[in-house]
Each structure stands twice: as C-alpha cells, then as structure tokens.
C-alpha cells in the first residue's frame, strides 16, 4: 500500500511539565521525549516523517505553547482542545483509569472520531499584544494585592510594601506604554481600537483586551462570538422540564473586561442603559439583565468591527 493509499493517522500528545508523550494513531505504541527545545524538535522530526492527518494537544496553561509553535512552523496541521473535551471522550466510552500514555492515546482516539479543527497560530504581533496584556493585567493583580496588604501592614513591613508598589506602578505604566506603542504602530490594531473606543463605556484597556484576546471580534457570526467569550445563555431542558437558561464557558479574561465596560455603559451608554431598564421592568433579575446587556455590548462590538463603522446609537437600540 502506498504513502497516498494507507489510512490517515491521527496523533494525540498529552503535554506535562517535563515530558510530551505522543501516540501516533489509537493502538500504537506511546514514545516520550522531553519537554525542552531539543525534545520538542526531536518530536516534529518525527511526525513529519509520518504526515499525520491531525495531531491534537489539550491545553495545560501554557506548558503545550513551545511543541505548539514548533508544530506549527513545521506546518503540521494541530488543533489545541478544552481539557474537558477529551475527558468527556474517554469517560463515554468508558476509559476509567488515568496514565500519561492512556491520555496520548485517548487524545489520538479523540482527533480520529471528533477531528477538531486545526488552529492557525496567531501572528508574532498579536502573540506579542497579548502577552502584553496578560503580563499588565498579572501586574495590576499583584499592586491590588500590595495595597491591600498596606492596610493591614506592621510597622516592619510597610516601607517594604511602599517600595513593591512603587515599582509596580511603574511597571504597571511601561506595560501600558508598550501597549499603546504597539497599538499605534499597527494599521489593523489602531483603527480597530479608534471603532471600540467610540462606544461610550468601552474604554482603552478594554479595547486593548478585546484586540489581543479576542482577534475573532468582527469575523465571527453573533452566536460563535456570543460562545467564545461564554455569553451565550444554554438551555438546560429535559422532556417538560424548562430549566434555567445560564451562560458558561468561553475565556474569562475577555468576559471580565467586558463586565466592567457594561457596568460602565450602563451610566454613559443610552442604549445599553435603555435595554437594562427594559429588562428589569420585564421583571428579570439584575444578574440576568445585566449579562443580556453584556451580550448585547459584545454584539454591537462585533457588528461594529464586521462592518467598519463608528457607535451610532440610533442604529443599536
């Protein structure tokens, strides 16, 4: 049988801190390599030799990011899953026990019968944005935690603290102005954040979020970006049974920018203050209300950037 006739193979690899164990097709035997440079390079060799049809990893914050990269250089087609995407797959049909090498092959069992799709690795710009925003966002935690830490403080500890957080906010301000430089130096970035800032509520750290963490704002329709930011309220019905309707999921970074820029267009936005109000006289709770109105700001920002055009409120009510 030729390389074009024989049947696809479908790569699982369950990533740790210091190992990558790969099962190449569901029966296989699982080798292991290390999670370092070398490994990961000695790893796509490998599977460049057998051209899998798709290779699947499972998200693990951040420790898949390097076999993640080189993969895709290699321009091997990987998709990256949820964790509890597999985890569900193996329990269905009926995998109990949990090893590295049980994972690898559940993961190549998985890419067989599911076929996510394969990812496109993001550009080294927004690679670069994003790590920005994450990295100020950490910043800005850890100068919340110190302040409070003063309240409370001894009297040994406080110059101490007073020192952290004089560097912190420092910090906090180079972080922002790379940010910004970065923004500004990109045609695609900077009319982008110049559309979601004409919003009144959606302020420039909540813009920059948007534009680093959610790059598929604008090209999604409303229920994928509804989804992907986990807005999106999901039935939970069951014969004559009407449960709750709840939103879950989606990336919880996005969805808390998105938090406060409602809060705030619930002061200086019309529109978005008309909806909360009609929804409250509606009889709604004010948890409910209020995530509706997060979903309705997501998708005015959504359409905004689709179509290229600046806030215009009598369009949006």
Same mark, same amino acid.
């Given at each position: 049988?030729?390389?074009?006739e024989?049947?696809?193979?479908?790569?699982?690899i369950?990533?740790s801190?210091?190992?990558?164990d790969?099962?190449?097709g569901?029966?296989?035997?699982i080798w292991t390599v290390?999670?370092?440079?070398?490994?990961?390079a000695?790893?796509?060799t490998q599977?460049q030799?057998?051209?899998?049809?798709l290779?699947?990893?499972?998200?693990?914050?951040?420790l898949e990011r390097?076999a993640?990269?080189e993969?895709?250089?290699?321009?091997?087609?990987v998709?990256?899953?949820?964790?509890?995407?597999?985890?569900?797959f193996?329990a269905?049909?009926?995998?109990?026990a949990?090893?590295?090498?049980l994972?690898a092959?559940?993961?190549?069992r998985?890419a067989?019968?599911?076929?996510?799709?394969?990812?496109v690795?993001p550009?080294?710009?927004?690679?670069?944005?994003?790590?920005l925003?994450a990295?100020r966002?950490?910043?800005?935690?850890?100068k919340v935690q110190?302040?409070?830490r003063?309240h409370t403080?001894r009297?040994?500890?406080?110059?101490?603290?007073?020192?952290?957080?004089?560097w912190?906010?420092a910090h906090l301000e180079?972080l922002e102005?790379q940010?910004?430089?970065l923004?500004?130096?990109?045609?695609l970035?900077q009319?982008q954040a110049?559309?979601l800032?004409?919003v009144p509520g959606?302020?420039t750290?909540?813009a920059?979020?948007l534009i680093?963490?959610?790059?598929?704002?604008?090209?999604?329709?409303?229920?994928?970006?509804?989804a992907?930011?986990?807005?999106?309220?999901?039935?939970?019905d069951?014969g004559?049974?009407?449960?709750?309707r709840a939103?879950?999921?989606?990336?919880v970074s996005v969805?808390c920018?998105?938090y406060?820029?409602?809060l705030? @267009?619930l002061r200086?936005?019309p529109v978005?203050?008309?909806?909360?109000?009609?929804l409250?006289?509606?009889g709604?709770l004010?948890k409910?209300a209020l995530?509706a109105?997060?979903?309705?700001?997501?998708l005015?920002l959504?359409a905004?950037?689709?179509t290229g055009?600046?806030w215009?409120?009598? @369009?949006?009510?």
């Amino acid at each position: 049988m030729t390389r074009a006739e024989s049947p696809a193979l479908y790569v699982g690899i369950d990533v740790s801190k210091d190992t990558l164990d790969v099962a190449v097709g569901e029966d296989s035997e699982i080798w292991t390599v290390p999670n370092t440079a070398q490994g990961v390079a000695e790893c796509v060799t490998q599977l460049q030799a057998v051209e899998p049809a798709l290779i699947v990893l499972e998200s693990t914050g951040g420790l898949e990011r390097r076999a993640l990269e080189e993969l895709c250089a290699a321009e091997l087609s990987v998709a990256l899953v949820n964790p509890s995407r597999p985890k569900a797959f193996a329990a269905a049909w009926g995998q109990q026990a949990k090893t590295d090498a049980l994972d690898a092959r559940n993961l190549a069992r998985f890419a067989a019968a599911i076929r996510p799709e394969p990812m496109v690795l993001p550009s080294e710009a927004q690679q670069r944005l994003t790590a920005l925003v994450a990295r100020r966002r950490q910043v800005l935690q850890m100068k919340v935690q110190e302040q409070n830490r003063v309240h409370t403080a001894r009297k040994g500890q406080r110059a101490s603290l007073e020192r952290h957080l004089a560097w912190l906010t420092a910090h906090l301000e180079e972080l922002e102005t790379q940010i910004t430089t970065l923004i500004a130096t990109d045609p695609l970035y900077q009319s982008q954040a110049a559309l979601l800032t004409t919003v009144p509520g959606v302020g420039t750290i909540t813009a920059h979020t948007l534009i680093a963490e959610l790059p598929e704002l604008g090209q999604c329709n409303r229920k994928e970006i509804a989804a992907l930011v986990g807005v999106a309220p999901y039935n939970h019905d069951s014969g004559n049974k009407r449960g709750h309707r709840a939103i879950r999921g989606g990336r919880v970074s996005v969805r808390c920018a998105l938090y406060m820029a409602t809060l705030s @267009g619930l002061r200086f936005n019309p529109v978005i203050r008309a909806f909360y109000e009609r929804l409250l006289a509606a009889g709604k709770l004010k948890k409910v209300a209020l995530v509706a109105c997060m979903h309705k700001l997501l998708l005015i920002l959504n359409a905004m950037l689709k179509t290229g055009t600046t806030w215009q409120p009598a @369009g949006t009510a």
